[in-house]
């Protein structure tokens, strides 16, 4: 079985017609039946949006479940450990967001990253089974102790208007007044209350609609052992 063969037994497994797939995952017409060979970086990307729990693996090699069976890292909150020598492939490896860029509150975090990708440092952790955007280091101890100063979280944004927030998991907002912020985020009103782990020193707060630029799923955590 090919992967199209494996994409279409998804596509019925969710009982969608292929229009119905593709029109979910921003595709154009007929991609699905077009399709040769394995998908591209940005398609799979769009494909994890809309469907996050496809085993994307599975979609590309045919190896494992159809479906995400174990829970993941950001289930659980327990870090993991990633050798940072352990794989070396330039084109997996996602820019790292500086900090005085995360710091910006006057412009668009991912936009400012893929106009200036040639300049950005690109980080030595890899995620292979999972299309990312960026890198960004924790830099406080808002989020502790699941999270450490020093870890590196992998961030995938949700195309604007397309947001899937799960109350109680933690996201970064990149926001009009305060740059980029990683918190547990829980709809209220005309927006959200961002919550931190160490929430006794960093009380929660209001984050509205209209401070909010972009909206970026936190994927997978990282941290060195060297």
Not at 26 to 36: F, I, Q
Not at 45 to 50: D, L, Q, S, W
Not at 99 to 107: G, L
Not at 164 to 174: M, S, T, V
Request: glycine share 6%.
């Amino acid at each position: 079985m090919g992967v199209q063969q494996r994409l279409i037994s998804f596509i019925e497994y969710k009982n969608l017609s292929k229009n119905a797939f593709e029109s979910k995952c921003g595709l154009s017409k007929r991609y699905v039946s077009n399709l040769k060979g394995v998908p591209g970086r940005l398609v799979i990307k769009k494909i994890c949006v809309a469907f996050p729990e496809l085993n994307i693996s599975w979609l590309i090699s045919g190896e494992g479940e159809m479906i995400k069976t174990e829970k993941t890292n950001m289930d659980s909150e327990e870090p993991v450990f990633v050798d940072a020598e352990a794989i070396d492939i330039e084109n997996a490896r996602a820019p790292i967001l500086p900090t005085i860029i995360a710091n910006r509150s006057d412009i668009d975090i991912l936009d400012y990253i893929r106009k200036n990708a040639n300049d950005v440092e690109r980080s030595r952790l890899i995620v292979l089974d999972t299309p990312i955007d960026l890198w960004h280091m924790v830099r406080d101890e808002s989020l502790m102790p699941a999270f450490r100063i020093g870890d590196k979280v992998a961030l995938l944004a949700y195309p604007k208007g397309e947001e899937k927030i799960i109350p109680g998991k933690l996201y970064a907002i990149d926001t009009c007044c305060n740059g980029l912020i990683l918190r547990k985020l829980y709809p209220h009103e005309d927006g959200y209350i961002a919550r931190s782990f160490n929430d006794v020193v960093y009380p929660d707060f209001h984050i509205a609609d209209s401070d909010i630029i972009r909206i970026y799923r936190v994927v997978f955590m990282g941290r060195s052992i060297i």
